[in-house]
């Protein structure tokens, strides 16, 4: 799993990295990256990024899947940037 993140940080749900629960490592091409080994632990931007993510949405980090019969409201990115999964 690799990312391609240039203004997040690595902080934010849409970067696959974090999203999975994973660090990124050192295939990513992230620029600025927090989403790292240094930024974790007691007191880390990382871990004060994912309780915040945990207290608005507790099923964040949980795999996100589609019901087919739903559908998906995706207009002009046509799912490309993964918001609907």
Do not use: M, W
């Amino acid at each position: 799993i690799t990312c391609k993140c240039s203004k997040s940080k690595c902080l934010k749900l849409y970067c696959d990295c974090f999203q999975q629960g994973k660090l990124c490592s050192v295939e990513c091409q992230c620029r600025n990256c927090k989403n790292t080994e240094a930024h974790s632990g007691p007191g880390g931007i990382r871990t004060l990024a994912v309780a915040e993510i945990l207290k608005r949405r507790p099923d964040a980090f949980e795999p996100r899947t589609r019901d087919l019969d739903q559908g998906c409201n995706c207009k002009k990115n046509r799912c490309l940037k993964k918001y609907c999964i």
